[in-house]
């Protein structure tokens, strides 16, 4: 959907906060209007509302961007199919990297080496060992310094 000067704002949000107000049928029926289908199933008050109001918005702004819609029609294709989504790269630091965290207003410089890592003029074997002398408690090093994402840690890097 292309994007268009967006129409009075407070007019908008008037529409949406009047959603509210509106009964289940008078929902089902509004829907059949900005999606030219009735809805299917049995969509609960909350859905509805919220999906209108989102068809609300995306005629005013716009709707997302096409690289958004790819990777949503990419992620479909993946769930329809069956295939396992690709894993997310997991990031390494090469030796000679150096990696800078701040924390707590100070910014700690970390040196990647062959067999380890160097930290105030200090060798370690890990990176979770420097995590652990910045902050005092246990922390994953390759997640403290942005190597690796939420996501990959709490699944032990599976997702």
Do not use: C
Not at 72 to 78: D, F, S
Not at 90 to 117: C, F, P, Y
């Amino acid at each position: 959907m292309t994007r268009r000067a967006p129409t009075d704002p407070l007019a908008l949000a008037s529409e949406i906060a009047g959603l509210s107000k509106l009964g289940i049928d008078e929902l089902r029926e509004r829907w059949k209007t900005m999606y030219g289908r009735a809805p299917f199933g049995e969509l609960g008050r909350s859905f509805l509302t919220r999906a209108i109001a989102y068809r609300l918005q995306e005629r005013a702004y716009g709707g997302l961007k096409p690289s958004t819609r790819r990777l949503l029609a990419r992620v479909a294709e993946e769930t329809a199919t069956g295939s396992s989504p690709k894993k997310p790269r997991s990031r390494k630091a090469q030796s000679g990297t150096i990696l800078i965290r701040e924390w707590q207003g100070n910014a700690h410089r970390v040196t990647m080496l062959d067999d380890g890592v160097s930290f105030n003029g200090k060798r370690y074997r890990s990176l979770s060992e420097v995590a652990r002398e910045i902050t005092g408690s246990r922390w994953s090093g390759p997640r403290f310094f942005g190597l690796r994402s939420p996501v990959m840690e709490n699944n032990n890097g599976a997702l």
